[in-house]
């Protein structure tokens, strides 16, 4: 099972994008859903999930920055980063987690300076 992401793209610092990462409804349902990201020369990071029952949780470097949010109707998570940053330049994998993970495609979001 794969899960379909989209939105990466070319941006200026301050800019906004969006990703979506759409699961299968029996996964998406009662999965954790969120997103890391890994940067050239970087380990990956954690950048925020949101669970079933909507607990959600941010790294600290993008608090305040990028809200995650999904639509149950759709079966589609969102990650909405704003005001990115140069150092937000990275591959973004969504994932889905229920007894074990499940991903996406990278998507690849550059931040120019």
């Known amino acids: 099972v794969q899960l379909q992401a989209s939105g990466g793209g070319l941006v200026q610092s301050g800019g906004s994008l969006r990703l979506s990462c759409a699961a299968p409804?029996?996964?998406?349902?009662?999965?954790?859903m969120g997103w890391y990201r890994q940067a050239p020369g970087k380990q990956r990071e954690l950048v925020a999930f949101?669970?079933?029952?909507?607990?959600?949780k941010y790294a600290d470097s993008v608090k305040g920055r990028f809200t995650i949010s999904k639509d149950n109707g759709k079966n589609t998570v969102y990650l909405q980063m704003n005001s990115l940053k140069p150092g937000d330049t990275a591959v973004y994998f969504c994932?889905?987690?229920?007894?074990?993970?499940?991903w996406g495609q990278g998507t690849l979001v550059t931040v120019s300076s």
């Open positions: 994932y889905a987690y229920r007894e074990l993970y499940y």
């Open positions: 409804g029996n996964i998406f349902s009662t999965a954790v």
């Open positions: 949101i669970s079933a029952s909507g607990i959600i």
